[in-house]
């Protein structure tokens, strides 16, 4: 079984700055893509930003030259570093990632979530 859990949200004031942790644990034999996404109040899920497994990034429009996402494949752990944050980026922010686990090497990779780790920005 495959779990995957978000850390490091919180209240931040408006320009201030929180870095995302999401670890995945289980038997897990290969990670793709791993990912951010985030869902307001009364919005759809939206993608934040994505890391390949050879860390090519893609980043949502809004959030690019304020937001990094990186990786340590060695630890199974994607991170999102979050700058110059803005009302606007208040959400709940959900890890995503694509993995083959050992028990189903066989198939292709499956999409896992986490449970999310809100982020309030606010004065």
């Known amino acids: 079984q495959v779990q995957l859990v978000e850390s490091g949200g919180g209240l931040v004031q408006p320009g201030g700055s929180l870095r995302l942790s999401c670890v995945a644990s289980g038997s897990i034999l290969s990670i793709n893509t791993m990912g951010w996404y985030r869902q307001a109040p009364g919005k759809q899920r939206e993608l934040v930003a994505t890391i390949t497994s050879n860390r090519y990034t893609n980043y949502k429009d809004s959030v690019k030259g304020r937001f990094t996402i990186s990786r340590d494949n060695a630890k199974n752990t994607v991170y999102l570093q979050m700058n110059s944050l803005k009302p606007e980026d208040t959400a709940v922010y959900y890890c995503?990632?694509?993995?083959?686990?050992?028990?189903?090497?066989?198939?292709?990779?499956?999409?896992?979530w986490g449970k999310g780790t809100l982020v309030t920005v606010s004065k």
């Open positions: 995503n990632a694509e993995i083959t686990t050992v028990l189903e090497w066989y198939k292709d990779a499956m999409d896992y």
